[in-house]
């Protein structure tokens, strides 16, 4: 079955999930977690991403946040391409890091938005990586500790959420730390991350109360939300889907990467697609890379395409450039 597009629009609210491949470790310690915890606030503040909640487990991530002009997939790609060259470097490893397709749901803010801070604040309690509710108040590697003040991100939309609890914001952070451990009881919450109808209709419960009135309701897996939310998002994606197909130029903005660093160095366009080994070449090749793959967002594989040469190379490359950064 072909996999569906993502939803996204400038504004949009996402929860994405991140895994590693075949459930294996994303971090090893807490260098690595340092290093993604660094990106993530630096791509958010670079593409102008809000990020409301945030938890980062040993073999997975979990992120609540609201695209920018960038785009979600410009994002991601930034944030998972760069630790992954950094995390291969640093423990000698090769291939990928993340399962290729990160799982996005585009939720309905006004039903919802609380729920996810709380599921997603929730996870190292569930992942167990902490044993008791009382100590995700120190787990430093989420968003939780920064709501309650006790740590700071600036690249956080803190204010934001504590705004729903209180006027002040000791009141505003008690009554978020009572809302979180009011929700241990509640368990895993499936209908927050499951698929089609559950998720539509936000729980199995609600979907037997419909069949029974033999009612139905627009739903969609890539969405959390009710049917005029899903159907207002199915809208919006046709129309967005009208815009990417219609007539324009492709790769015009990494074409003036291209040109710009060319101009810088003093090369030429066409060595870089030659092949050639002169040393200047090899300069630009490097700083275009790094530019396409982490301002730009494009892929490893597309990065390649546009100069000319192999998906390995560009990696290795990036991976020479990380390590020396890192020494």
Known sequence: MPRQARLDTPGTLHHVIVRGIEKRRIVDDRRDREDFVARLGTVAADTATVIYAWALMKNHAHLLLRSSEFGLSGFMRRLLTGYAITYNNRHRRHGHLFQNRYKSIVCEEEAYFLELVRYIHLNPLRARQVKAPADLDNYQWSGHVVL????????????????MFGKTKK?????????????VRQGRRPELVGGGLIRSMGGWSEVKALRRMGGTEPADERILG?????ERMMKEAETNL???????????RPAQVIKSICAEVGVKAQELRAGSRRHLVAVARLRIAQRLVEELGLSLAETARQLGV????ISKALSRAAGKKVK
């Open 242 to 252: 009208r815009k990417q197909l219609a007539p324009r130029q492709p790769g015009q």
């Open 226 to 230: 009710g049917g005029a939310f899903v």
């Open 310 to 313: 192999s998906t390995s190379a």
């Open 171 to 183: 009141a505003a952070q008690a009554a978020y730390q009572k809302f979180v451990l009011d929700g």
């Open 148 to 163: 309650l003040g006790r740590h700071a991100n600036d690249w956080q939309d803190r204010d934001y959420v504590l705004s």
